[in-house]
């Protein structure tokens, strides 16, 4: 099976700074972990700063036949109406996954753009949160 773990913007810095928030793992380490629980899944993982090119990862997903996506969309959460659009146009269950609870912070974090195209949602469970997205999958497809 193969499945798309995508992170947006600054994710890229886990582990460097904010570890009050964001944790003490580097984002290599989350997705060494997810290989290591998971040896049967094909996993495609890609971090970008950059919308497009998630957007662009997004359409890959589609393309490449992915059961599913775990998704980070970091602050493009709060923002993005052409993510928003790219999750709902592709026929790929997207779980939009946040390492925080957004919703215990700041105001502005409450919103999602993403949120109500999204298979579900899963937050302020720091990196199990990937891993819980991935067991999802596992179960969805009866694996
Ligand atoms: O809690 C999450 O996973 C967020 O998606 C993280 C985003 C934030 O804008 C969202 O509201 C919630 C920020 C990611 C920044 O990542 C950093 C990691 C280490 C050091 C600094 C930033």
Redesign the pocket.
Known sequence: MKLFVLN????????????E??GTATLADMQDALCALFPEVDFRFVQSNHEGRLIDALHEAAREGAAGVAF???????TSVALRDAVAAIDVPVIE??????HA?EP??HRSMIAAVSAGQI??LGAK?YELAVRYFLDAAGA
């Open positions: 947006g913007p600054n994710l890229n810095l886990l582990g460097t700074r904010e570890p928030t964001y980070n969309p970091g602050a493009f959460t709060h996954v946040h390492l925080s609870n957004v912070r502005f974090r937050v302020g949160g």
